[in-house]
């Protein structure tokens, strides 16, 4: 039989990052593809601990149907430290559990898009939310972005450019896969441009605890009067990726939207492991974890620059980050970044390559992303050494 | 500021059972109205002992992103089971794992199914399954469901009145919320029409494992030659709901497509349970496991239908299951249904109204649904005593 796909999926390919992950099942293949925390920012000793005792004295509940909105303990301490680290939630808003952050993101768009509409990125942009806004059959248009974020400007010539534009999608701290942080001058100039035009800023915050160098700056939801903003976020960074454990803060009459598709997607999210979120953030040092974990990000990022710095030719240009996961590489003009990309993992070292991550599918890029945290401090050692004779060889 | 939802959730309302199940905080109820497998069907202990060991030896994979298809041993597992137990599974198939039998469903719809589209399902249906095809735009049509399933003359014209059918939504087995199971005669006949139409079967099977009497029925999947039915099941009625792991068997090229659709929506099922279930199926009794199941579920149906046959008018017709979870109560012509669920409230005892099943949410209804899996004995014992009371009220 001849299969009739529908129209928001028959075109989306599978995430290049998630295939890139499948095949790299070589273990001699150096990778700073990925992009998974460092198993060592799993705090597998206490959540065993935990872990039994809920299969000891709480087993019925946790293995059984929950609340679509999620584990009511869990929202209730997701909420509070929100407000206590960021200054986020206001009286109009929600916090519910989702399915990692990508299914917060995922929701958005499911509730405020319909097939044509726009959503504005920066761009480049996390290819996750690119491809789940897409496959709402919603349209990604890029806003270049900078070292400091994007330009509210550029931002304004695109609102007016693209006036059925439902959302603007922005990871302001730590970006992914450009590794920068948009200023707080910035974050305030978006958010009024915002408000102007009517329109939802969906903020996506997946690394906002992992910083490790610089001032902390406010996620824009802190500033959020009117709201105007959907906040996203997981523990994927700073528990475990795999659990598939994320929250969203919204104003409330986007977030029972969102609680509908979410009860159409899985009904709710795994009720174990919101349980043992719960149990680890209220009963052990989440922010002691988080400092172990920053430590050992800073340490690793501050090892890959220091090789670039001495391994890279001085025209290949890279971002110095403050927190995250990602360096982001940028070949000079005249360098084919494909080719590159293909000499690299000649010689078995993993990148993945910029155009995944444009807003534009068929457009070009110049860079390649780098990731810090799982490699080991030896792997990173080698395999930028590698990288820095590719680039070498092929800068001539 | 004024939101704009999208069209496909902004008139979609939230489940009325996942509704009612979040009102049900009231302990002094006696709740007919979930659709929980019973707390007694999670083999705690054992699951307990697997966790422990996975944290000891397991921990940094368990807790680490995984492939968005599944954990590759468990779809493993899946598959050979499904070829034993069900002969589902030819070569053209793949076998992937979602979050819960409700993703697969969900999934379905998102890869066949353009707003406006048609699925054809039984009516009464699972509310999940069709909150989940209306979420993607496409429309619920009903064919009527009889003691042994649809009729299949009845389903061909169904067909020829609505052309634009994508896809038919069958639970064969057991079903919900109407308890019955379509003849091995009826499934035959409706493999050939949907062959016949060249439309997709979406045959969901969540409770075949749990026949307690009668004679098994192979899954439509199982004479799927064509590559024309999408097969639908989960863990959450044999070994945990709350964990929302499930599974899909269908014809690659639609896989393909539902797995970057779930991608999109959660990346992949929690990682550490499916582990979990790996490790039960393959060093555990499943199948031991599951026969106790079935005879508790056995025991539980025999005694509400005796309190059926005890206390209810015989004017009240009832399914009597050979597995599953519920039971399908009908009224006479001329008793009002709405009134009879609201006065078995007021004497505190929830059931869910057979309205919230129709496939055409302003269609009138005479039933109401009875799930006999969670309630205690005893309090199967005193509600339908009590439901018998409201019944000869309004019978007169």
Known sequence: MEYKI????????????????????????ISFAAGNPSPLSFPAKELGEISADIFENSAAAALQ???????????????ERLQNKFR?????????????????????CRALCNP???????????????????????????????????????????????????????????????????SAEKRKAIYAIAKKHSVMILE???????????????????????????YCSSFSKILSSGMRVGFVCAPDAIVQKMAVGKQCEDVHTNQFFQMLCHRFMTERDLDGHIAKIRTLYREKC?????????????????????????????LPDGVDMNAFVKAAIAKKVAVVPGT??????????QSFRLNYSTPSDDDIRRGIEMLGEVAREMLG
């Open 6 to 29: 529908s129209d928001n999926l028959a075109s989306l390919k599978p995430s290049a990052i998630r295939e890139i992950f499948k095949s790299l099942t070589d273990p001699t293949i």
């Open 88 to 108: 986020i939630g206001r009286e109009f808003d929600t916090t519910i559990i989702t399915s990692g952050g990508q299914q917060g993101l995922e929701l958005a």
């Open 204 to 230: 996506d915050n997946p690394y906002g605890e992992l910083r490790f160098a610089g001032e902390d700056i406010l996620p824009i939801k802190s500033m959020d009067e009117d709201g105007i903003v959907i």
């Open 65 to 79: 149907y929950g609340i679509t909105e999620g584990y009511p303990p869990l929202r209730k301490a997701v909420a």
């Open 116 to 182: 044509g509409d726009v959503v504005l990125c920066e761009n480049p942009s996390f290819i996750g939310a690119l491809n789940a806004f897409r496959a709402v059959g919603a349209k990604t248009v890029g806003v270049p972005l900078h070292e400091d974020g994007i330009d509210p400007a550029e931002l304004e010539e695109a609102l007016i450019a693209y006036p059925n534009t439902k959302m603007i999608y922005l990871i302001p701290t730590f970006q992914n896969p450009g590794g920068t942080t948009t």
């Open 302 to 330: 501050t090892l890959m620059l220091d090789m670039l710095d001495k391994h890279m030719p001085k025209e290949v240009h890279y971002t110095r980050p403050e927190g995250g996961l990602f360096i982001w590489c940028t």
């Open 356 to 365: 995944a991550f444009n807003c534009d599918t068929e457009a070009p890029s």
